[in-house]
């Protein structure tokens, strides 16, 4: 599960922290009865299923969900694209921070994540040309244990990754040739070349990297196409060993949201091979395309989404999927990703989930994982949003809500609903919000 994202000096950020601890004391009376999750709780730690973040407009919501981005990037790429560093007047600012052992100009990742009972935090400093440091570390931070720690391109702690037919001038050679540019500047991470290279070498690493890899999610915009949506539950609903289909399930959780669709069909097509062996796809411009192609052999099909209304003589009439609003649309590709994370368990990250939803659709979704009916395998959920019905739908716990700032001085900033005083989970949280007592409101006047 994931516990926090410490980020520094990032567009907007100059620095601020994305946690999702339990930060209400004891546990409510009679918790494990309830019928929502008030935490999710491994046996290191007590953690909310859902964290969402409400702000102004350009207050920095949508570069927390790209800190994120940036830190996937870097990740599996290294170095370049991934490097978008705090500007203000066109330089970068000095902060204090010793974690700057090169210069200024550099940004810092630092992620907390709980796996088998065990805290992993795994940290990565770099500027738009070479990785300054990174390192991986077990448990809590009064007993960090080094797993790897590289500093200016030097391995510093490799013990718990060197073995008898791996030692440490193989680790180093490994460092030069695969994680290092011409001029020996490491520019791309150690975990992720080491943990795809020779996952046998070391547990962690391995695991590590298969949670940033595999359980987590990022949208923005809220753009996830219906045929991603698809493939994704799939995907999870194969690895699960589970005999519903991706389509059923969603189609069974689509007709309950209440947009008026009776059913959905999916309608295969086969594509035909042009002289050069490419398979030629047709589409109507009115249509739309296909929401996927599959190939299965030699063979592609075209997968084409259609779902069913009934007219005022409640006769079914069909309709390409590509004509449904753009909020049924959105919703649908939303869910694929969303029961995906709910059957395997992750992290699922949309920026302004609430857009073109229904307040009560949105409602639904988020509750999916509060909820002990369908969070089963502790997923969980971090979101932006603008719609504040959802402030007082009894849904999200003061441990579950964020408030972004940004001021000249600081930068974005976030502070959580239960830092502030005087305020309880039966408190009217967006009366509050709205009238300026959370800060994290704009000022409009006409």
């Not at 500047?185 to 298969?210: C, H, S, W």
């Not at 909020?327 to 609430?354: C, M, Y």
């Not at 976030?414 to 000022?443: A, C, H, M, W």
Request: proline share 3%; glycine share 6%.
């Amino acid at each position: 599960m994931f516990i926090s994202m410490k980020i520094k000096n990032f567009r907007s950020i100059i620095e601020t922290m994305v946690s999702m601890t339990y930060e209400e004391g004891k546990a409510p009376n009679g918790y494990k009865d309830l019928p929502r999750w008030a935490f999710l709780e491994d046996k290191a730690e007590r953690l909310v299923p859902c964290l969402a973040i409400y702000g102004a407009n350009a207050g920095g919501k949508s570069n927390i969900i790209k800190a994120f981005l940036a830190f996937d990037h870097l990740l599996k790429f290294g170095t370049g694209d991934a490097f978008e560093p705090f500007l203000k007047n066109g330089a970068v600012p000095v902060f204090d921070s010793n974690l700057l052992i090169s210069d200024n100009e550099t940004t810092y990742f630092e992620s907390k994540i709980v796996l088998n009972g065990s805290i992993f935090t795994y940290g990565v400093e770099y500027s738009e040309k070479k990785i300054v440091h990174e390192f991986l570390n077990e448990g809590r931070d009064d007993d960090n244990r080094p797993i790897f720690e590289i500093k200016d391109s030097e391995l510093i702690h490799f013990s718990k990754v060197s073995s008898a037919t791996y030692k440490e001038k193989d680790l180093k050679e490994f460092l030069r040739v695969e994680c290092s540019d011409k001029d020996g500047l490491q520019n791309r991470t150690f975990l992720y070349l080491m943990g795809t290279k020779y996952p046998a070498l070391n547990k962690n690493i391995a695991d590590v990297l298969e949670f940033f890899l595999k359980s987590v999610f990022i949208s923005l915009n809220n753009q996830i196409p219906a045929g991603l949506g698809m493939k994704m539950l799939e995907d999870a609903l194969k690895n699960q060993g589970q005999k519903e289909t991706a389509f059923d399930k969603l189609q069974k959780i689509t007709t309950k949201l209440d947009f008026g669709i009776e059913r959905l069909e999916i309608d295969r097509t086969k594509l035909e091979q042009d002289a050069a062996g490419e398979y030629q796809l047709q589409i109507n411009p009115l249509e739309g395309g296909p929401i996927g192609v599959r190939r299965e052999g030699p063979e592609a099909f075209a997968e084409y989404l259609y779902s069913y209304h009934k007219n005022d003589e409640q006769k079914e009439v069909r309709f390409n999927f590509n004509r449904e609003s753009m909020g049924t649309q959105i919703a649908f590709g939303v869910l694929g990703s969303i029961l995906a994370a709910l059957e395997k368990g992750g992290l699922v990250l949309i920026d302004e989930l609430d857009r073109s939803l229904h307040s009560l659709v949105f409602q639904q979704i988020v509750q999916m994982f509060t909820n002990k009916r369908y969070n089963t395998q502790n997923a969980q959920l971090i979101f932006t949003a603008h719609n504040t019905d959802l402030l007082d739908a009894d849904i999200l716990r003061i441990s579950e809500i964020d408030f972004v700032n940004k001021t000249k001085k600081k930068g974005t900033t976030i502070q959580r609903l239960v830092e502030f005083s005087d305020v309880r989970n039966v408190t009217n949280f967006r009366k509050r919000y709205l009238s300026g007592e959370f800060d994290g409101i704009p000022f409009p006047y006409l």
